[in-house]
């Protein structure tokens, strides 16, 4: 086998460590705790399924590649709730390590292209980077609407909190944005989800 091979086949199989690394958010049906794998494969089926939603043509293809991608960085810098003030302010420099690292298991040329994508995804300023985090922020919201706001509940999030990380969603969707709207005012009106 030659040393390219090697090195995809090497990645291919650290990658599968992401099922290891459990989130907040828990599976439909109060299952289990969605594992990051799950969820960078649910955000890339629904990327293409609402594409017609996105507030500018996108590249679909790129973006389902970010959606897969963006969390790998977790198999070494573990997942950072989205409401851990503490933690969230480490997360870059934790994350930056794990790209250098992981991806660095791959073909130079792959790296590139891959941390490049990472990146963009990251720094927020493409179409395809703005509808890939509306994804991002939708999917943990649905499922923890499918589960009667419990996440919500546990951790005592409020309001304000959960549109301070959703407010950029409206910019990869003002349609999809419009359903968080409505599912976190619903919460509100219900008291899962304190004022």
């Not at 679909?60 to 897969?68: F, R």
């Not at 994508?117 to 922020?137: G, P």
């Not at 909190?161 to 409505?182: A, H, N, P």
Request: glycine share 4%; with cysteine; proline share 1%.
């Amino acid at each position: 086998m030659d040393e390219r091979l090697q090195k995809q086949l090497a990645f291919a199989l650290e990658i599968d460590k992401e099922k290891n690394i459990f989130r907040q958010t828990h599976l439909s049906g109060h299952g289990r705790n969605e594992n990051d794998a799950e969820h960078a494969w649910h955000m890339a089926i629904m990327a293409y399924l609402l594409r017609e939603y996105a507030n500018e043509e996108v590249d679909i293809t790129k973006v389902m590649l970010m959606c897969l991608i963006h969390d790998i960085v977790e198999i070494d810098a573990g997942d950072t709730y989205a409401y851990d003030e503490e933690n969230l302010k480490t997360q870059k420099a934790r994350e930056d390590a794990a790209k250098e690292r992981i991806f660095s298991i791959l073909p130079d040329d792959q790296k590139k292209e891959l941390i490049a994508l990472f990146d963009e995804f990251e720094e927020y300023e493409t179409a395809e980077s703005k509808y890939a985090h509306t994804l991002d922020n939708l999917q943990p919201l649905m499922l923890n609407n499918s589960n009667d706001g419990s996440d919500w509940v546990e951790h005592g999030v409020t309001a304000s909190t959960i549109y301070g990380r959703q407010r950029k969603t409206k910019l990869g969707s003002e349609k999809l944005f419009e359903v968080t709207d409505q599912i976190i005012k619903e919460h509100v009106r219900k008291g899962t989800i304190r004022e």
